[in-house]
């Protein structure tokens, strides 16, 4: 199967939407009502992404949205990843490392010197994946709707 990815437009909300919903399901009963809404969005609070950040959406040959991330630069040299979100039966066979891939490669063109991001303790395997992709963590925490929020940071 080939997978492209290429910049998101509102018409996409929809399949973003649904990403996000289905990637993160399985962790709501880990979340706070407040963190879980805060990550799954909906449609005024996608709007206000696409607003703010770069989206980009992975596709199957047949035009399947099946994974999708936003990014954006935070200051002059850090771009900051929002909303990694990967369908379940696409997991694991190498999705996110594509979207990952495009997200890091726009944020250098922009003259980013190093990404951050945040995550949270259940998303154990997220971590692990970002781990082996170069990001550390960088000793912050944060609160996120009464959660721990660990922020993870690479240097480009």
Known sequence: MNIAVRSATPLD??????????????????YTPGAFADTILDSASLAERFASMSLVVARTDEGV???????????LNEGHLRGMAVLPEFQGIGVAEILLSRAESDLKAQGCKFISLDTTAPLQRAMSFYERHGFRRSGKVSDFFGMSLYEYVKQL
């Open 65 to 75: 949205v099946i994974g999708t991330l936003a990014y954006a630069l935070s200051s």
């Open 13 to 30: 909300a929809a399949a973003i939407l649904q990403c996000l919903v289905c990637a993160f399901e399985p962790y709501r009963s880990s």
